[in-house]
């Protein structure tokens, strides 16, 4: 099958060539940058590393994700961050997991193997919020809504609807691979960021709760596996 990985970027020169590396053993790949009006030589040195950039001048992580899954080829598509945080190089066995098992989706969990240095306190604790109140709207339990490392068949994804534009596109997308098909977490070993972060914690946190509710009323209707 062909694999499709789409990853996000806003000024991420300093990892971005080492991401795509980590994915060159994967057979059948294709690397699609989306990126964000950076300023430094991201795009220059993903075409180098022979990845697929789109421009997206509009600023949304959910944007740039929909940008990217909806121009990818790939039966299987991959999710991942540019900054060098998420294991690049267990994207190759996850993808057979996938295979192997018959998943439809496959969401990396931080927060089994996490550490204070790789994953702070706060975060943990605002994860932890987040995935109660998705369990409590839904059903599921879900260990880490937040997580940034996806990998799923397209056929799955093309049957998602009200995904996020912003950051709440990481727990919608779980919400709505949990609720139409097979949906498991992997522990995953979470890195230290090199770069500064993009995420604002509070203002971000406050607002993935507000859109668990909001999500919760656009899929009522649709409640069914």
């Known amino acids: ?23 060159r053993s994967i057979d059948n790949l294709e690397i699609i940058i989306v990126d964000t009006n950076s300023t430094d030589k991201t795009r220059e040195i993903a075409r180098a590393g022979g990845a697929i950039v789109i421009e997206e001048p ?9 940008r990217g899954f909806d121009g990818a080829s790939g039966e299987i598509l991959v999710g991942i961050d540019g900054d060098g945080t998420y294991p690049a190089e267990a994207i190759k066995p996850l993808v057979e997991l996938l295979i192997t098992n018959e998943v439809d989706f496959i969401s ?3 927060m089994t193997l996490r550490t204070p240095h790789n994953y702070t306190m706060l975060h943990f604790v605002g994860n932890s919020v987040l995935n109660f109140a998705i369990r409590t709207m839904f ?12 990998v799923f068949r397209s056929g799955i994804y093309k049957k998602m609807r009200h995904l996020s534009d912003g950051m709440s596109f990481s727990q919608d ?15 995953i070993k979470y890195g230290v960021r090199a770069t500064k972060p ?15 509710f909001v999500k919760r009323v656009r899929i009522s209707p649709l409640h069914q596996k």
């Open 1 to 23: 099958m062909k694999v499709s990985i789409v990853i996000p970027t806003i000024n991420e020169e300093k990892t971005i060539g080492g991401v795509i590396e980590k994915l």
């Open 58 to 66: 509009r600023r949304g992580y959910g944007l740039a994700y929909k």
């Open 108 to 110: 990396g969990d931080r």
């Open 139 to 150: 059903g599921y339990r879900i260990i880490d809504s937040q997580s940034g490392l996806w």
């Open 173 to 187: 997308i779980k919400i709505e691979a949990t609720r139409l098909g097979k949906f498991i977490e992997i522990p």
């Open 198 to 212: 993009k995420l604002r914690t509070w203002e971000d946190g406050f607002s993935n709760l507000f859109y668990v």
